[in-house]
């Protein structure tokens, strides 16, 4: 029962959010949007100015992979690769959720990591 409002809540959290982080080696790391931007990526620059790219996949690390399908039910993703062992390439119904769905996944206790599949750029030196 426990499990099931918990999973309730995290759905009802993840309807409404618009996150301004990502979590960066378990630490949450703020960005804002950038003026670029493509049809198939949303550009954001974080506060180093680091500009990156997010589309509609992202990298999840399991602790145990029984977790999997209830999880491509729950958050309405859908397996895209098989990455390793435990490791998984989803895909979201929607890029605009991307971040927002990884936050959401990295909270869970039985989550690794979970982070968006960055494009990033090369930067010139």
Known sequence: MLKGLVVFI???????AHDNYY???????EFHPASKQHSNINYYQNTK???????DTLIIKLKDAHYLPSLLNTFDLSLDKVLG???????????NLTIDT??????????????????KHNIRR
């Open 85 to 95: 062992n435990d490791l998984y390439l989803l895909k979201t119904s929607d890029k």
């Open 102 to 119: 990884a936050n959401r996944l990295h909270e869970l206790p039985y989550i690794e990591y979970a982070h968006p599949n960055f494009v």
């Open 10 to 16: 995290l759905f009802l959290s993840y309807g409404y």
């Open 49 to 55: 100015g680091y500009l990156f790219g997010v589309t």
């Open 23 to 29: 979590y960066k080696n378990n630490r949450k790391t």
